[in-house]
């Protein structure tokens, strides 16, 4: 159990996890609420991308404020919930 602990403690760990989560939550909203049978492959690739830059930014800027995951986690949730609205209310 220590271990596992451990092992979710990482910060690269805990940005996959939610990277991975928003990508099944747009799946699972674009299938079940839009009738869609995929996600199109730019709006799957955003959360994708987003921790493709916390990588960036932590690597260039470890400590600063910008460079946590805590930051970049909530820009991978706002981002999912803002292509979540844009699909419902725009499309």
Same mark, same amino acid.
Request: no cysteine; hydrophobic share 45%.
């Given at each position: 159990m220590r271990k596992l602990i451990e092992f979710l403690r990482n910060d690269h760990i805990q940005a996959a996890l939610v990277s991975g989560l928003c990508i #099944? #939550?747009? %799946?699972l909203f =674009? !299938? !079940?609420?839009? @009738?869609m049978a995929?996600?199109?492959a730019m709006e799957a690739a955003v959360p994708a991308l987003a =921790?493709? %830059?916390w990588e960036v930014f932590n %690597? !260039? @800027? /470890?400590g600063k404020w910008f460079a946590r995951p805590l930051f970049w986690n909530s820009i991978m949730l706002l981002i999912t919930i803002a292509i979540i609205v /844009? /699909?419902?209310?725009f499309m």
């Open positions: #099944i #939550i747009l %799946a =674009f !299938k !079940k609420y839009l @009738h995929d996600v199109p =921790f493709t %830059a %690597a !260039k @800027h /470890r /844009r /699909r419902l209310y």
